[in-house]
């Protein structure tokens, strides 16, 4: 069951977890990030990396971000790969010190 990124992410974009996935499985346009279903491998490293809690595993997503699934697998074809680390957005700090409220 692959990972996947929810809307937490948006607007932050951090891209920690880019930088410990042992594949190339994030994708990235102009305010988030997202996983590509087939080649996530599952190992999880992503997770505890995301400052923002923003990946989460399919299965254990709560009934209101099950669209986030569709959203990655979609997003993930239409978006350019990334493998290495980025600076996040401009706001990225203020919004991850509002979600972790």
């Known amino acids: 069951m692959p990972y996947v990124v929810t809307d937490l992410c948006a607007g932050c974009r951090y891209t920690e977890c880019v930088s410990v996935c042992p594949v ?3 994708h990235i346009d102009d305010s ?3 996983i ?3 080649n996530c491998i599952d190992c999880g490293g992503c997770v505890p990396v995301c400052p923002v809690g923003a990946i989460k595993a399919a299965h254990k997503l709560p009934a209101d971000k099950l669209e ?3 959203i ?3 997003r993930a074809a239409e978006t350019p ?3 290495s680390r980025l600076p996040p957005l401009p ?3 203020e919004r991850k010190a509002m979600i972790l409220r």
Do not use: K, Q
Request: net charge negative; charged share 30%; glycine share 4%.
């Open 24 to 26: 190339e499985c994030f």
């Open 32 to 34: 988030m990030t997202y």
């Open 36 to 38: 590509d279903p087939t």
């Open 68 to 70: 986030w699934i569709e």
């Open 72 to 74: 990655n697998r979609r």
């Open 81 to 83: 790969v990334v493998t």
């Open 91 to 93: 706001g990225a700090d």
